[in-house]
């Protein structure tokens, strides 16, 4: 397909998503960036970066879950170690996990 078929596929395609991509004007408090979102993910990049990554799926879903639970408690101002505290304590005496949210 040459770039003349390519053109009217993405229009189509743009179109059908345009509402979205003014959610920012027609909606406050959204941002126009997703800088945010960024510096949120900036940590678990450098991360990955320095330690080269996962060697097992047991590790890889270790790092998701701490990394989550780290980044959510500094957005709360709550205490990450308190958080692992409660859960280590829950998962001894066989209680449910503690709530993120």
Request: glycine share 6%.
């Amino acid at each position: 397909m040459g770039s003349a078929g390519r053109l009217p596929a993405f229009c189509e395609n743009l179109l059908a998503i345009e509402p979205a991509l003014w959610t920012f004007v027609n909606t406050e408090g959204v941002e126009p960036t997703n800088n945010f979102m960024e510096r949120l993910l900036r940590r678990a990049v450098l991360w990955r970066k320095r330690s080269f990554g996962c060697t097992s799926a047991a590790g890889c879903r270790f790092v998701e879950r701490i990394l989550t639970v780290v980044q959510t408690r500094r957005l709360q101002g709550q205490s990450v170690l308190d958080y692992l505290h409660d859960a280590v304590q829950a998962h001894r005496t066989g209680q449910p996990c503690p709530k993120l949210l």
